[in-house]
């Protein structure tokens, strides 16, 4: 359709090659990330779940079992939510939470994606008591975690989360919170901007989706009116579909990849 969006449309191009292809577990999960990273994320449900099939009892190089099969619950989770299937969500991410922090710590990137997840999950259940703990709890180590760091866009989201959080419990932290997030937001569009002047790569669909969350979240804080003062015009404009230049290029940013841990 002339009308569909071009990350979609570079989605389903994936798809198709992979559809061309000889049939790999590989092409499949490669398939799974692309349609997630571009919001596809009921066309990605099936790909994330054969991801986890096909890691589930996985053993690393000295024979240990590894935590590929967490990182996709943890992609699953995302288009999950993407969905609105916030208890789904819920029932995949405790799991892994639990055996992310036992193999390697509660402080690992990865479970504190996790946690974050599921915070916004129990949000999304209407049950901000239970999630205001978990959130605060991220936000606090997705800050201090040296793959994350307070200006990442996960931390962004987690902290606009405990801001909307704050404020339907009436907290008075909320809206210094949601303000530090917005201002955090606007320099990680001047720097994109000046990265992208500079000849640097254009800001992919993934992070204008997760630049979208995070002003939606505040706009429920510091415009709960409707009037849009939350919102950045940015966060929708056009985006890049081109892969970042390296693998921390992309963990820098927002987008899954191919999970590394073993």
């Keep these: 359709s002339p009308l569909e969006h071009p ?35 009921s066309e990605a449900e099936p790909h994330l779940r054969f991801a986890i099939e096909q890691t ?70 209407g049950k901000k008591y239970d999630a205001g703990p978990i959130a605060n709890g991220a ?31 009436l907290k008075s932290t909320a809206n210094d919170l949601a303000q530090s997030a917005l201002e955090a937001l606007e320099l990680f569009f001047e720097k994109a901007e000046i990265r992208e002047g500079a000849g640097g790569r254009k ?3 993934c992070e204008h989706l997760a630049a979208q969350k995070v002003t939606g979240f505040l706009d429920q804080v510091l415009a709960p009116g409707g009037d849009g003062k939350a919102k950045d015009s940015r966060a929708g404009s056009k985006v890049s579909t081109c892969v970042p230049d390296s693998e921390y290029a992309a963990s820098d940013v927002c987008g899954s990849r191919l999970p590394s841990k073993a």
Aim: glycine residues 6%; hydrophobic residues 35%; aromatic residues 6%.
């Design 203 to 205: 800001l992919t669909e």
């Design 7 to 41: 990350a979609r449309t570079l989605a389903r191009l994936t798809l198709c090659s992979c559809a061309n292809s000889p049939p790999t577990a590989m092409c499949d999960k490669a398939a799974g990330l692309e349609l997630l990273n571009n919001g596809a994320f």
């Design 139 to 169: 936000l606090e180590g997705l800050r201090g975690n040296l793959k994350r760091g307070p200006d990442h866009l996960t931390t962004l989201k987690c902290r606009a989360l405990c801001a909307l959080i704050d404020r339907q419990q």
């Design 56 to 125: 589930t009892g996985q053993k690393n190089v000295h024979g240990l079992e590894n935590a590929e099969q967490f990182m996709w619950t943890r992609r699953l989770a995302e288009s999950l939510i993407g969905q609105r299937k916030f208890e789904e969500a819920t029932k995949c991410l405790k799991p892994a939470i639990k055996q992310l922090e036992i193999k390697y710590n509660p402080n690992d990137e990865d479970a504190l994606d996790c946690k974050y997840l599921l915070a916004e999950s129990l949000f999304g259940q």
